[in-house]
């Protein structure tokens, strides 16, 4: 049997594995479960709706941050997009919010940069632009649909008045101040998921 050189064996240790896949899988799957949860409370009243990402991002930058640290392989926050992303289809969201989340795991991938070369920062900025992916794939299609969208909305089983909620809350300037709450939220977000893992986590070997 052929031995692997050094070089080789380094590029070996840097593809992902089965495990690697199981792992991002299941993470995956927790990272979606923590935004749903959100989602469901604050989707109670339109006016909160668009604030799903936003705090659901403090939490979820804790499991984001761990998947990056427990796979630090190139690929590995894509597929974590996709699977989410995936996993929204499944759930019933219109087919924007799987998209930004899909786009978001490779705009993700690609500030975390290469393993080696990855630090707390990239990390949380690679979270932070994951989660207004995520946002702006929702509200994007009030942006291309106007008010159609509350159309879309009855159509999946809530209020016309609801709909037209979600779509003046984006139209108007709720819409900016949504924006840039995502984006502070999932930095703080990011770096609480920083010193979590590196005070519980890194202890322990993971």
């Known amino acids: ?14 593809r992902l594995n089965p495990k690697d896949f199981v792992f991002i899988a299941v993470f995956g799957v927790l990272l979606f479960l923590v935004f749903m949860i959100f989602s469901v409370v604050l989707s109670l009243n339109a006016s909160t709706s668009w604030f799903t990402h936003s705090v659901g991002a403090l939490f979820a930058g804790t499991v984001f941050m761990y998947l990056a640290y427990r796979v630090p392989k190139r690929g590995a926050l894509s597929i974590m997009g996709i699977i989410v992303g995936a996993a929204g289809l499944l759930m019933g969201m219109f087919w924007s919010g799987p998209a930004g989340i899909v786009v ?14 990855r630090t707390k920062t990239r990390l949380i900025l690679a979270f932070a632009a994951f989660t207004f992916c995520f946002w702006f794939g929702h509200i994007s299609l009030i942006l291309i649909m106007g008010n159609a969208y509350a159309d879309m909305c009855v159509a999946s089983g809530t209020t016309h008045e609801y709909g037209m909620t979600l779509v003046n809350s984006i139209l108007g300037p709720m819409g900016i101040v949504t924006g840039v709450v995502t984006i502070a939220c999932a930095l703080l977000g990011g770096f609480i998921g920083t010193k979590v893992f590196s005070k519980h986590f890194a202890k322990l070997g993971v």
């Open 104 to 117: 978001g795991g490779v705009v993700a991938d690609l500030i975390a940069g290469a393993p080696e070369k």
């Open 1 to 14: 049997m052929k031995k692997m050189t050094i070089s080789e064996a380094s590029q070996d240790r840097s």
